[in-house]
């Protein structure tokens, strides 16, 4: 064996050099990711999409004051008018399942005619204690990677082909966690107009 592997070094040297290269790449490429602790904490997000045939008066704002989630209706004004936030899904993303739930809320009747701003009744997110700092207290910051190719064979060897379709990730140093698509059931938000809230810390268990 040994003998042939000598009379044929240029052809063992053409097999294993390449298997050698992909393989050396893949490992840098992924071992940040794969040493990395997991992210530990929940998030909330919100996402707004506009409908164009059935527009409104007002739109809404989503905030986080005093660690709580805060939210308004707007009426739109000359200063206003390129707000397309007539309406608004809230998100809590499940670290440990690496999902995302909607959080369903409702809207105050009449809000096509109000002259000032409403405040919002969100007691569904009440009990949730909210860090609005961009890095968790685990190191991880959410981020929009933007559109990135699936990049074919190489691609899936390398390891920069996503395994999701939303574009945003959980980012630590070098490694990332990708993030699955929120789906919501009031109708499809602007996919790339995906807002972060804050961090869940605290979450009061209601008896």
Do not use: C
Not at 32 to 38: E, F, I, S, V
Not at 80 to 93: K, V
Request: charged share 20%; hydrophobic share 35%; net charge negative.
């Amino acid at each position: 064996m040994g003998k042939w592997i000598k009379n044929n070094l240029v052809l063992v040297s053409g097999i294993l050099l390449p298997v050698l290269l992909v393989g050396g790449f893949f490992v840098l490429n992924n071992a940040p990711r794969m040493l990395a602790d997991p992210p530990e904490y929940d998030f909330v997000l919100v996402g707004y999409r506009y409908d164009y045939q059935h527009p409104s008066d007002y739109y809404l704002s989503f905030e986080v004051r005093n660690n709580t989630l805060s939210g308004r209706a707007v009426p739109k004004g000359d200063g206003n008018t390129h707000l397309n936030r007539q309406y608004a899904g809230i998100f809590r993303y499940n670290a440990a399942a690496n999902t995302f739930e909607e959080i369903v809320y409702e809207l105050p009747e009449g809000l096509d005619g109000i002259e000032e701003p409403i405040p919002l009744l969100l007691t569904e997110t009440a009990d949730l204690t909210l860090d609005k700092r961009s890095q968790s207290p685990d190191g991880y910051t959410f981020e929009f990677l933007g559109y990135r190719g699936r990049g074919g064979l190489l691609g899936e060897m390398f390891g920069m082909r996503r395994r999701h379709e939303s574009n945003y990730v959980l980012k630590k140093d070098g490694a990332y966690v990708d993030l699955p698509k929120p789906a919501s059931t009031s109708g499809p938000y602007y996919q790339n107009d995906l807002h972060f809230m804050g961090w869940v810390i605290e979450e009061v268990s209601n008896p």
